[in-house]
């Protein structure tokens, strides 16, 4: 089973990524928090992380993905962002920062599972 670091401040968020995934084959773990994402990966390496952007705490989702694509023992793990953030230039940046894949909110969940598996298989 592949696991999922799932990481957004909307628990709505949560749950409808954990639902759309649920029927696959996929364990997910849910982070309300960049830093509580950042503290679940010191102790659980997953096989993909969907991370948005704008979280509370003063941890961004693009300081997570920084962070995870300049640590050697994370940096191969695929991220798909996952954000309100819509415009251009946030998903350059947010590619730029490493992310694998961006998808804007709302999202449709048969995009989000065609880009996990893809990224992930």
Same mark, same amino acid.
């Given at each position: 089973?592949?696991?999922?670091?799932? #990481?957004?401040?909307?628990?709505?968020?949560?749950?409808?990524?954990?639902?759309?995934?649920?029927? *696959?084959?996929?364990?997910?773990?849910?982070?309300?928090? *960049?830093?509580?994402?950042?503290?679940?990966?010191?102790?659980?390496?997953?096989?993909?992380? #969907?991370?948005?952007?704008?979280?509370? *705490? *003063?941890?961004?989702?693009?300081?997570?993905?920084?962070?995870?694509?300049?640590?050697?023992?994370?940096?191969?793990?695929?991220?798909?962002?996952?954000?309100?953030?819509?415009?251009?230039?946030?998903?350059?940046?947010?590619?730029? #920062?490493?992310?694998?894949?961006?998808?804007?909110?709302?999202?449709?969940?048969?995009?989000?599972?065609?880009?996990?598996?893809?990224?992930?298989?």
């Amino acid at each position: 089973m592949k696991k999922i670091l799932v #990481v957004d401040d909307q628990k709505i968020i949560l749950k409808l990524v954990n639902m759309t995934l649920s029927d *696959g084959n996929y364990e997910c773990v849910e982070a309300l928090s *960049g830093q509580e994402a950042l503290d679940i990966l010191d102790q659980v390496r997953p096989d993909l992380i #969907v991370l948005d952007i704008m979280m509370p *705490g *003063g941890i961004s989702g693009y300081d997570v993905c920084k962070a995870v694509k300049t640590t050697d023992e994370l940096s191969d793990i695929p991220v798909l962002m996952l954000s309100a953030k819509s415009q251009q230039k946030d998903i350059e940046e947010g590619l730029s #920062v490493g992310a694998d894949e961006y998808i804007t909110k709302p999202f449709s969940p048969e995009k989000l599972t065609a880009k996990i598996n893809k990224l992930i298989t």
